[in-house]
């Protein structure tokens, strides 16, 4: 048997961390109480190991303490709910998840909570208010359709489950970045940090290209980090395991033609910010503050992984 080792991830953006994180993790540990999300005591000490306002504080370094804590509950709901949707029990029904899911999605465009519904969902409808009393209409229907777009990849994963499919590496990678809920982050920066890219800017090439680009540096960097987790549950969802699964490759072998993936698309980025083009004065400045968080999530998630308990240490795995 041959220990794992977990290759260095390419990342030359620099750390930084938010003075606000410890605050806020404690915050959306205390959100999670209110909420009554966790069944027991045992949980919430758990999800504490999973430091998500320091994620969050290394993700948005320079945001605001009201704002830092709407993100990091938001999170804490995410976690939870992808960890459910993992399970035996409703990560292998999608037509059970696609349901719970239809509601999930009527509270967040404007259903009012009934008595039927579960904690989840009047956790969801809290965050609903608070983030709908910042956002304009579009923005929020963005935010909303990035949701679904998370929500379906769920039930797309499910169907895996159920039907015992090892996804190819070609769909793999373009259900990945919707998987990992990125995009739900990246529709909230406009709301978060009062940036207004107009429609033109938003789905140039070019800005598209990088969004993508920085969201796959974040779901990589969570796969290499993550493998212990999903070879533990036995899920397949892992660019590690469907490099492995085509080119019949051992672990190690995935594990660094995943980072050689990463650190190409890492090279991307920075080239692709050197290659946007200019907006006019105001909208540029929008456009590089936009960047700056990509950046920072790129960084962030990749510092907050080292550290967190939501991983088990890939180093301590060992490999056939």
């Keep these: 048997m041959k220990q794992l080792i977990l290759p260095e991830l390419h990342c030359p953006f620099p750390s930084a961390i938010n003075r606000h994180a410890d605050a806020v993790d404690q915050g959306a540990i205390d959100w999670a109480r209110r909420m009554n999300l966790l069944p027991t005591e045992g949980d919430y000490r758990r999800i504490s190991t999973v430091k998500i306002g320091w994620l969050i504080g290394r993700a948005y370094p320079t945001t605001a303490l009201e704002e830092l804590q709407l993100l990091t509950d938001w999170t804490t709901w995410g976690f939870l709910w992808d960890d459910q949707c993992g399970q035996p029990g409703i990560g292998d029904r999608p037509e059970q998840l696609a349901a719970i899911h239809s509601r999930f999605v009527a509270v967040l465009k404007g259903s009012e909570p009934n008595p039927v519904d579960g904690a989840l969902a009047l956790g969801l409808y809290d965050l609903r208010e608070r983030i709908r009393a910042r956002a304009a209409p579009g923005a929020m229907a ?57 429609r033109r800017v938003r789905e140039h090439p070019t800005v598209q290209r990088l969004t993508l680009t920085a ?41 660094d033609r995943a980072a050689a993936l990463h ?48 991983y088990f240490q890939a180093a301590l795995l060992a490999a056939d």
């Design 215 to 255: 969201n796959n540096v974040v779901c990589w960097t969570n796969d290499i980090v993550s493998l212990a987790k999903e070879l533990k549950q036995g899920d397949v969802h892992n660019l590690v395991l469907a490099l492995q699964h085509k080119h019949r490759l051992t672990l190690q072998e995935a594990m």
């Design 142 to 198: 963005r935010f909303v359709q990035s949701v679904e777009e998370f929500f379906a990849a769920c039930v797309w994963e499910a169907t895996n489950r159920k039907q015992g499919i090892t996804p190819d590496v070609a769909t793999y990678i373009k259900m990945r970045p919707f998987s990992g809920g990125l995009y739900t982050y990246i529709n909230l920066i406009e709301i978060i940090e009062q940036i207004t890219l107009p």
């Design 263 to 310: 650190a190409a698309e890492v090279r991307a980025f920075i080239d692709l910010e050197l290659r946007l083009p200019s907006f006019g004065t105001v909208l540029d400045s929008q456009v590089k503050a936009y960047s700056s968080v990509l950046r920072s999530w790129m960084r962030g998630n990749l510092d907050w992984s080292y550290t967190s308990g939501r």
